[in-house]
């Protein structure tokens, strides 16, 4: 029997086999410890609440953006929006590693069912030929003349007897197909969710820099306007000065604790020391220095506490510039989100403007060790990270120490 008249008999043998056969229970065995569609299902529901909250949000910026007086609180709004984002962006491309899991297992099963297939089919052929051999190829030629599906039926009696041996054979080549065409199905319906997650991905990316636009169009519209922004810049810095003190006060309470902690162990803490800092960021670049500065605003400058590190933009790693232990991870209308690191009783560093924040309160870091991220969160024209050194409860230059620097700023 050649090949062409073999698949006819195949196909009108599997038309029999799903006339004759009993209704198979149809499963789809999946590889253990997997990614499985409801871990996906999870994601979504998360992207659901991130999708809520940003709603909420926008509602409240509309009512924002009626007051046009309070500019700060819509930079705030946004900045949290654009962390929502970011949040949905990253759900999202967790969402598309787990899709490309679930479609190598896929294509793995519908390779395992391919080969049963294979094997099962060779076994159908095998019949087949001993049954041309017994010379009841008689029953082949019924099928094959067969006109029409009642003309097959009319045949039906004649064939069942001949079938009975043959009959699991046949009804096994057909739980497989229909396996595989049920595998085949879910791989297109799998690799269509993740087309539509990647499309989803584009669109929130697209959100994104359209978020960072519009927060960054609201710090030019203000910094337009000379009165407002040099009152803005002037409450930043009185903000500043106030923060100092508190930055301090919160390194020596820390130290104290840690000092207290020390001797109930019967050993004793050295305090801060001076120096020993690295860059806290992979710029080297300084836009603006310890100091009076040029604001961009005649008349605006002001007392800055730290260095403007530019060149930088929203995925730049910020690290701890030395070891210690995180007393502040927080957002400010002013600095954005920001992180103190304290060094010792009175020595702390300062990250501010980040597009997110890697610490919490109280961990313990190694010098080198990430932080957060650059980004333009408070007031910042852009992104940039103000870092700041303070020594012994003063305000030191950190450019004293960070020396190798490129000066950026005329
Ligand atoms: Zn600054």
Not at 67 to 73: E, P, T
Not at 117 to 144: D, I, K, N, P
Not at 193 to 198: A, D, F, L, N, P
Not at 247 to 255: D, T, V
């Amino acid at each position: 029997m050649n090949k062409r008249i073999l698949r006819a008999a195949l196909c009108a043998l599997c038309l029999l086999a799903l006339l004759l056969a009993d209704a198979m229970p149809l499963t789809l065995t999946r590889n253990a410890a997997a990614v499985t569609q409801a871990e996906i299902d999870a994601k979504k529901q998360d992207k659901k609440k991130l999708e809520e909250q940003k709603a909420e949000l926008q509602s409240q910026l509309r009512a924002l953006q009626r007051n046009k007086s309070d500019a700060l609180a819509q930079k705030e709004n946004l900045d949290t929006q654009i962390a929502i984002i970011r949040s949905e962006i990253a759900n999202t491309e967790e969402q598309i590693a787990q899709y490309e899991e679930l479609i190598a297992q896929t294509k793995a099963d519908i390779a395992e069912t391919q080969r049963k297939h294979e094997e099962q089919y060779e076994l159908f052929c095998a019949r087949v030929r001993a049954m041309e051999e017994r010379g009841t190829v008689s029953y082949w030629s019924v099928l094959f003349h067969s006109t029409s599906f009642s003309d097959l039926l009319a045949s039906m009696d004649f064939i069942n007897e001949i079938m009975e041996s043959d009959q699991r054979v046949i009804e096994n080549l057909q739980a497989t197909e229909m396996q595989l065409s049920a595998q085949q199905e879910q791989l297109e319906g799998e690799l269509a969710e993740q087309e539509s997650v990647r499309e989803e991905l584009t669109a929130r990316n697209q959100e994104l820099n359209e978020q960072l636009a519009a927060a960054q169009k609201l710090i030019s519209d203000l910094a337009a306007n000379e009165a407002e922004y040099q009152k803005l810049i002037r409450e930043k810095e009185a903000a500043a000065e106030r923060e100092k003190d508190e930055i301090a006060r919160l390194s020596r309470e820390l130290a104290e604790q840690q000092a207290r902690e020390a001797a109930a162990r019967g050993e004793t803490v050295s305090g801060g020391t001076k120096g020993g800092y690295i860059w806290p960021c992979s710029s080297h670049y300084v836009t603006s220095p310890l100091g009076s500065r040029y604001t961009g605003i005649a008349g605006a400058s002001t007392n800055h506490m730290g260095i403007d590190i530019g060149r930088v933009g929203y995925s730049t790693q910020v690290v701890a510039s030395k070891a210690g232990t995180v007393i502040i991870s927080a957002y400010n209308r002013y600095r954005g989100n920001y992180v103190v690191v304290s060094h010792g009783s009175g020595f702390t560093t300062t990250y501010q403007h980040l597009s997110k924040r890697s610490v919490n309160v109280g961990d313990k870091v190694a010098q080198g060790q990430v932080v957060g991220i650059t980004g333009d969160t408070g007031v910042s024209s852009g992104p940039h990270l103000h870092f700041e050194i303070m020594e012994n409860g003063q305000i030191v230059n950190p450019l004293n120490y960070l020396t190798n620097y490129i000066r950026g700023w005329r």
